[in-house]
């Protein structure tokens, strides 16, 4: 997507260059992340404060473990998630449709972008709680299955067995808790 934008900046043939532009572009996206991740962190203190988290930073109740899951199979399917995901897919698609002139406009369009990308994926993300938040190989794994569901042509179907897999799991661990 930064690269997409700063190649229409430069055929616009701007007379500043398009770094300025690009950068406040990538400024909005950096804006949105660190605002998700600052919940996430906040997340992460709350579950602490309340012993919910284990040394390896896991959640240590199941049932909470278990709808996480199931929230975030759900979420696979729904239009909203969809849309954020269509407009990830399509860098060019994306400026085509929101594109916006001068300097607060590349922030705009960062920040649009930021929003439709945390929109996508931010329930997967905080699987981390559940797998691991200093997991790396589960997050590698994680971060594995967002590039392809990004890049696959077949993208529906990947989210959509996602879910269903993330549902399963979900009530599989939530049914454990109540024996």
């Given amino acids: 997507m930064i690269l997409m934008f700063n190649i229409v900046k430069q055929q616009q043939g701007e007379t500043q260059g398009p770094l300025l532009p690009t950068g406040l572009f990538v400024l909005g996206y ?3 992340w660190t605002a998700y991740s600052a919940l996430a ?13 284990s040394h390896n930073l896991v959640i240590t109740n199941p049932l909470i473990g278990g709808v996480l899951l199931v ?4 979420f696979q399917w729904t239009p909203f998630r969809d849309a954020c995901m269509s407009k990830c897919r399509s ?6 449709a929101e594109w916006r002139e001068g300097r607060l406009g590349a922030l705009i369009m960062g920040l649009k972008h ?10 997967l993300m905080l699987l981390s709680f559940v797998l691991g938040i200093m997991n790396m190989v589960w997050m590698a794994i994680v971060t594995v299955f967002m590039v ?6 077949q993208n529906q179907w990947v989210s959509r067995t996602t879910g269903l897999v993330l549902v399963a799991w ?3 661990i939530a049914a454990e808790t109540m024996r």
């Fill in 71 to 74: 929230t975030a199979g759900v």
């Fill in 41 to 53: 962190a906040i997340a992460q203190w709350g579950l602490h404060i309340a012993a919910l988290l």
């Fill in 170 to 172: 979900g009530l599989w």
């Fill in 114 to 123: 930021g929003l439709n990308c945390v929109g996508c994926c931010w329930l």
């Fill in 91 to 96: 860098p060019l698609g994306f400026l085509m």
């Fill in 148 to 153: 392809v569901e990004k890049a696959s042509p």
């Fill in 30 to 32: 950096f804006l949105v």
